[in-house]
């Protein structure tokens, strides 16, 4: 079998001498292929192996299919100059991984882009976006509702409810200083891994 999947990459892992097993995510879920001779010096594919590598991968086979090409599409790789930025997005990515069976791929892969390039490219917090996009996929999973309220934020819960009722281009005007929105996240973060029955790795750097 041979398909083409505008797909972000996830996660790698290293297989044989010089290959990965990576974990692809698109509008159609999450795809498994092995990337073949990426960890060799000079390889020409070695930039659809990054973290966030958004590219058209080009794969043959069934089972685990091989890459047999790749294009890229936007070059995600400047969040990696920003801890934290890259921290949410590797957090976002997880998530995106662990809910992929229980929400409409096609609508969690967009929203991932468009909270990836919100990070990137505007004056948005990380941490808020990442805060929004895991509430956004606990909503669409249908397990949990997070609270929708702006008001005064004075706690992780009226800071959390605050998010939930703003759009992501709103988010710059919601006011709370680092250990709040840290404790929202956080919040989030523990009720994404109670109903997902999972642990979110990346969300350790704020413990």
Request: proline share 3%; aromatic share 8%.
């Given at each position: 079998?041979?398909?083409?999947?505008?797909?972000?990459?996830?996660?790698?892992?290293?297989?044989?001498?010089?290959?990965?097993?990576?974990?692809?995510?698109?509008?159609?879920?999450?795809?498994?292929?092995?990337?073949?001779?990426?960890?060799?010096?000079?390889?020409?594919?070695?930039?659809?192996?990054?973290?966030?590598?958004?590219?058209?991968?080009?794969?043959?086979?069934?089972?685990?299919?091989?890459?047999?090409?790749?294009s890229q599409i936007e070059d995600f790789s400047s969040v990696c100059a920003d801890m934290i930025q890259f921290t949410c997005c590797m957090i976002m990515l997880e998530a995106a991984d662990y809910s992929s069976a229980a929400v409409d791929c096609a609508e969690s892969f967009l929203s991932l882009l468009k909270s990836i390039k919100t990070i990137i490219y505007s004056s948005v917090d990380a941490r808020l976006a990442a805060t929004k996009f895991l509430q956004k996929l606990l909503y669409m999973s249908g397990l949990f509702r997070p609270e929708r309220k702006k008001g005064p934020v004075v706690d992780a819960q009226s800071l959390s409810a605050a998010i939930a009722a703003s759009y992501l281009d709103e988010l710059p005007g919601l006011v709370a200083d680092n250990e709040l929105i840290n404790a929202a996240l956080k919040l989030n973060l523990a009720m994404f891994e109670r109903f997902f029955s999972c642990k979110i790795n990346s969300g350790r750097f704020f413990s």
């Open positions: 079998m041979e398909k083409s999947i505008t797909a972000i990459l996830i996660k790698a892992e290293e297989r044989k001498e010089s290959d990965y097993l990576v974990r692809l995510f698109s509008a159609e879920g999450i795809v498994v292929a092995v990337l073949r001779g990426v960890r060799k010096a000079g390889a020409k594919m070695k930039f659809a192996a990054q973290p966030m590598a958004f590219c058209v991968y080009e794969l043959t086979g069934n089972k685990f299919p091989v890459v047999t090409g790749a």
